[in-house]
């Protein structure tokens, strides 16, 4: 229960807030501003799907290092790793977004082209920092990974609303990427 009752809740704040921003966009802006921002993260999340396949084999590699030199060493060359292979698709949204967008999903999407390139440096900082749950699990500091949880369920509704009221569909993106940049 200790263990286990913090990663419930946590799970549960975590749905709520890679949820909510849809929620926010469709009440004050519009459903097709809410369809650019939907594709836009969308997209992104296939890329963030190398992390989460990475993630799923660290807590049982590290747990059978148990040794704290060994997982360090570990942790610093995926990092390093991870900064070669999720820099790569930032750094062509940036450059090239618009060509991108409008010859794999036509002109009619070219709105989703600034949002698409804020989600990839999202999930440039995803894909190398956020290697620490194994490590979290394992040592059970789980009730700590409900804090960020909690903190991330707090900052993206508020800045989503306020942002997204000023900056539209990249605000609410912006938010995002500041909260994570916060965690």
Request: proline fraction near 4%.
């Amino acid at each position: 229960f200790t263990y286990g009752f913090p990663l419930m809740i946590a799970n549960v704040l975590i749905f709520f807030y890679w949820n909510i921003d849809y929620y926010l966009i469709s009440r004050l802006l519009d459903p097709i501003q809410l369809g650019y921002y939907y594709l836009a993260f969308q997209i992104s999340q296939y890329v963030v799907q190398l992390k989460v396949a990475i993630n799923s084999v660290l807590f049982p590699t590290f747990a059978k290092m148990r040794n704290e030199k060994s997982i360090q060493m570990g942790y610093e060359y995926l990092v390093k790793l991870s900064s070669i292979v999720f820099t790569l698709p930032l750094i062509l949204m940036v450059g090239y977004s618009n060509s991108i967008i409008s010859m794999v999903f036509g002109e009619k999407w070219l709105p989703a082209a600034n949002v698409f390139t804020i989600f990839m440096a999202l999930t440039l900082v995803r894909g190398v920092t956020q290697y620490w749950d194994p490590i979290f699990l394992m040592f059970g500091k789980t009730k700590f990974l409900l804090l960020l949880a909690t903190i991330n369920s707090i900052i993206i509704p508020f800045l989503g609303i306020i942002l997204t009221k000023a900056y539209g569909i990249e605000g609410m993106a912006y938010a995002v990427l500041i909260s994570i940049l916060f965690i």
